[in-house]
């Protein structure tokens, strides 16, 4: 899926330069591929590759709707990215998901091997909180209230103990309300930063950053219950040949505790609360309505 194949918009002319500043400021974090230590450096930066970068854009889009420019908006999408890389080079390990595949290509532990992606898993989350230290588009104030924001959702209070409590619901059956609390961290604490990050970039009063916050918090669950809803959709048409993860390790999902059909219409009322956030932030919140609808046509 095509991140410019949703409806034209004057935000949806601008992601491809969006994309090319997170391009450009990415390479400029990472260190060269030949710098020593060598081989993990090179990994670091093919974990990093491909990739929509939704998470990226949700900073460009709330930061845009706060009227920012968007050099003070780079070390913010660079830092969720590297974040969010790193988890995924540490989920496709074996000791947690144990996957082949990522993006299309072998996972970092199966192009290089596991000691490295561990090593690479924590280069990339110290270099996420180095990019926004040393930032000089930010005052020391708005680096401190980052840096906290993104530790808090990303540790154990966040992306780290949403793993954690996944991995640990194996063969349970889980009550509507522990499985949304569980994806509010594992997946919804890095989605919902982006747009914490973007308010304190642009010093947004309370009022504004708790919209934002109802705005991350609706996008965050809605895009977890879309992806286990087109997991269902998939495993449906494979008639069960190609389990989803989720059901091939006896988890509870969204369509397994709603049913198919109220998993999507739950997952639309969401979409629909977060385009209502986003207006309520805006008369022109144009490129966060952009980004709910262009999340919720996705196909896979």
Not at 1 to 7: D, G, K, Q, R, V
Not at 29 to 42: I, K, N, W, Y
Not at 220 to 237: E, H, N, R, Y
């Given at each position: ?73 780079d070390a913010a999408a660079c830092a969720v990215e590297l974040i969010h890389a790193y988890s995924l080079v540490h ?73 954690a409590v996944d991995m640990a619901s194996e063969n349970l059956t889980l009550t509507l309300a522990q499985l949304e ?51 269902q959709i998939a495993d449906t048409a494979t008639l069960g040949k190609t389990a989803g993860k989720d059901l091939a ?52």
């Amino acid at each position: 899926m095509s991140l410019t194949s949703p409806t034209v918009s004057s935000f949806d002319a601008r992601v491809p330069a969006y994309l090319q500043r997170l391009e450009r400021a990415m390479d400029a974090l990472l260190p060269s591929a030949g710098t020593d230590p060598a081989r993990l450096h090179e990994a670091m930066r093919y974990a990093c590759e491909g990739g929509k970068h939704l998470r990226a854009l949700m900073v460009y889009a709330c930061g845009e709707t706060l009227g920012m420019a968007a050099e003070k908006l780079d070390a913010a999408a660079c830092a969720v990215e590297l974040i969010h890389a790193y988890s995924l080079v540490h989920d496709d390990m074996p000791g947690m998901d144990n996957d082949d595949l990522r993006r299309g290509r072998p996972t970092v532990h199966k192009a290089y091997d596991v000691a490295t992606a561990i090593l690479v898993g924590d280069a990339l989350q110290t270099l996420a909180f180095e990019a926004l230290a040393k930032n000089n588009a930010l005052d020391a104030e708005q680096k401190v209230q980052m840096i906290t924001a993104l530790a808090h959702a990303s540790g154990s209070l966040g992306m780290v103990g949403g793993q954690a409590v996944d991995m640990a619901s194996e063969n349970l059956t889980l009550t509507l309300a522990q499985l949304e609390s569980l994806h509010a961290r594992k997946t919804g604490a890095l989605i919902l930063v982006t747009c914490q990050l973007a308010g304190i970039a642009a010093h947004a009063s309370d009022a504004v950053r708790h919209t934002l916050d109802r705005y991350g918090k609706c996008i965050g669950l809605a895009f977890q219950i879309q992806d286990d809803v087109l997991d269902q959709i998939a495993d449906t048409a494979t008639l069960g040949k190609t389990a989803g993860k989720d059901l091939a390790q006896h988890k509870s999902t969204f369509p397994s505790l709603l049913g198919l059909e109220q998993a999507q219409h739950r997952a639309n009322a969401l979409f629909d609360e977060a385009r209502d956030a986003a207006r309520s932030i805006s008369s022109d919140a144009e490129p966060l309505a952009w980004l709910a609808d262009f999340i919720q046509q996705r196909n896979h």
